[in-house]
Nanobody
């Protein structure tokens, strides 16, 4: 079992930055693929970024968001720059066994509780 707890969400103006963190416990992350997803009101949960054998991003966040991990500390990060109002959502970290990254939420077995990110125009 892996437990995940996100932190770092909040309210920011368009063009600003936020850094999300996800602390994992229960297992070491070194053999897990990690991902960030988001869900806006009335929309489906969507893949934002993932890291395993390779790193992948949602097209609309490429060049603005950066996913990283510290396996020694069991932490996952999402640095978000140049934020836009359309980035407003609840952001979730997720992990799956193995190092293959999938863009579908059903591939991930462990989820955090989510953290709200609101970008004002």
């Amino acid at each position: 079992q892996v437990q995940l707890v996100e932190s770092g969400g909040g309210l920011v103006q368009a063009g600003g930055s936020l850094s999300l963190s996800c602390a994992a416990s229960g297992r070491t992350l070194s053999s897990y693929a990690v991902g960030w997803f988001r869900q806006a009101p009335g929309k489906e949960r969507e893949f934002v970024a993932g890291n395993g054998f390779s790193t992948y991003y949602l097209d609309s966040v490429k060049g603005r968001f950066t996913i990283s991990r510290d396996n020694a500390k069991n932490l996952i990060y999402l640095q978000m720059n140049s934020l836009k109002p359309e980035d407003t959502a609840v952001y979730y970290c997720a992990v799956r066994e193995g190092m293959a990254v999938y863009r579908t939420s059903s591939a991930y077995g462990y989820w955090g509780q989510g953290t709200q990110v609101t970008v004002s125009s």
